[in-house]
């Protein structure tokens, strides 16, 4: 499971006062608490009225599912058509990482972490040709290297 920022624009028009931002921050808190989900914190008082957007830092295993949830809780506390934003990933740097950059491109694969002679880890990935065929391995290396900060050794099985 990895642990993904959410993020959702909680007054698209920009008509919500100062106090309906601030009721409504706290009503999505309460409706976030019971699944270990929290608001990161933001004024969305001081945000440009485009631009309110809350980012709900969750565990998740289906994004698309927990986007959809949350959207609805922030139509609910807020009292507007809460729209989707980007959703990223907080890296940690672990295997769990590294299985989630592949399922964000739809593979799967065999992942060993061996120590590399200058105290840095390397990970070597088993993935299947028809893999590389569709997806280029110079993006899957590059979001590998940058979501593990370590060596990668991509290989055919």
Do not use: K, W
Request: hydrophobic share 40%; charged share 25%.
């Amino acid at each position: 499971m990895r642990t993904a920022v959410l993020r959702v624009n909680v007054d698209p028009a920009g008509e919500l006062s100062a106090e309906s931002l601030v009721r409504g921050t706290a009503e999505l808190a309460a409706g976030l608490a019971d699944s270990g989900a929290r608001i990161l914190d933001r004024d969305l008082t001081a945000a440009p009225r485009s631009r309110r957007e809350v980012q709900v830092l969750l565990d998740t295993a289906d994004a698309d599912a927990d986007t959809e949830r949350v959207l609805a809780l922030c139509g609910t506390a807020f009292g507007t058509p809460a729209v989707p934003g980007v959703v990223t990933y907080v890296s940690r740097g672990t295997d769990a990482d590294a299985h989630g950059v592949l399922a964000g491109f739809g593979l799967t694969g065999e992942i060993v972490r061996i120590p590399g002679p200058e105290g840095y880890d390397i990970l070597q990935v088993g993935l299947r040709e028809a893999d590389l065929e569709r997806v280029p391995e110079s993006r899957i290396h590059t979001a590998l290297e940058a979501s593990t900060n370590c060596e990668v050794r991509i290989r055919t099985v």
